[in-house]
């Protein structure tokens, strides 16, 4: 504590610590005035002006999180820490994995690489000013916990699926600590659950056109459960139609009469048409049947493709060649 006593106009004096240093000149009227002015841990600089002195920061509180540590992110330490002197303040961090320090490890955050499963944490701050250190803090220490799996990706396959087939989840998915993954598989038919299990795929026998599948996919270690994943959901698609007749692939000198004879398991009305045809072929569109008139006997064969389609954009095809052999003799 320093005191300072005046008596006006003289110089004024100040006892601090068993020192005397003068104030300026203070003071203008007559008579005897008498000045006491005292501050508590102050000092007077060089023209006897009250000055603070530095007192080193220090730290209230000091954690580490998050707790327990888990191998994804990252691990920080939160502190709290204070200044008389209200000067800001930088903090310097050292960190320890089973009462180990971690080499070159300074900042505010420990990246999870350092750790594994049941490692203990803790980490040791000192405060500074800019001008002093202040006395280190060492937070407690927190247990590396289990960390649980994690799922990146859920596709669908097939990408374009009809109803009869198989699907299957395809799932991408990690454990930090290495563990076996176990996953639960919920699927759904039009928002509705129609399994729920370890069954990773669905027979699809009895579904429908356009009907909407899905699938949530949950992945689970040996202690906990990951965060639940679902999948983009698949609309059934179209099934084509399908061509059931063999075509004839040679003919006399006549006439060439061929039904071509298709199949849609959806039922779907059918429309059959000539995409690659000899001169003077022709198709009914609505039976699929082929007339032509036969050549003369030709070295060369004549190409057919046949196209039918339903009306989903659903399509199939056949090619054949006919060859026209010369008429038997009598």
């Not at 799922?151 to 198989?166: M, Y």
Request: with cysteine.
């Amino acid at each position: 504590m320093s005191f300072a006593w005046s008596r006006t106009p003289l110089q004024t004096a100040a006892f601090t610590m068993g020192r005397i240093v003068h104030f300026k000149r203070i003071g203008l009227c007559a008579g005897l005035a008498v000045l006491f002015g005292c501050t508590p841990d102050s000092s007077l600089n060089s023209e006897g002006v009250i000055g603070s002195e530095n007192r080193p920061p220090s730290v209230k509180t000091i954690s580490v999180v998050p707790n327990p540590i888990l191998k994804e992110g990252v691990v920080t330490a939160v502190v709290e820490g204070e200044d008389p002197n209200h000067d800001e303040l930088k903090f310097q961090f050292q960190w320890f994995v089973n009462g180990m320090p971690v080499p070159g490890e300074s900042s505010s955050t420990l990246d999870v690489q350092y750790v594994k499963r049941g490692d203990r944490v803790s980490v040791e701050v000192v405060p500074n000013d800019g001008k002093a250190d202040g006395t280190s803090k060492r937070a407690a220490d927190v247990v590396v916990g289990n960390t649980p799996p994690s799922i990146t990706e859920v596709v669908l396959e097939p990408k374009a699926p009809k109803s009869g087939d198989r699907m299957t989840a395809a799932v991408e998915a990690s454990d930090p600590d290495g563990d076996e993954i176990h996953y639960r598989y919920v699927w759904r038919r039009n928002n509705q659950v129609v399994q729920d299990g370890d069954q990773q795929i669905l027979e699809m026998t009895d579904y429908a056109r356009n009907d909407i599948v899905t699938v949530s996919v949950v992945p689970r270690d040996r202690d906990n459960a990951g965060k639940e994943v679902r999948a983009q959901s698949a609309a059934l698609g179209n099934h084509p139609p399908k061509v059931v007749s063999s075509a004839p692939t040679a003919s006399t000198q006549g006439i060439f009469d061929y039904a071509v004879q298709a199949t849609d398991s959806e039922n779907d009305p059918l429309t059959y048409s000539l995409e690659t045809a000899p001169s003077g072929m022709s198709i009914n569109e609505r039976n699929g049947r082929i007339q032509w008139a036969l050549p003369a006997a030709s070295n060369h064969p004549y190409h057919v493709r046949v196209i039918v389609r339903d009306d989903h954009h659903g399509w199939a095809f056949q090619e054949f060649d006919i060859t026209v052999a010369p008429t038997p003799a009598s």
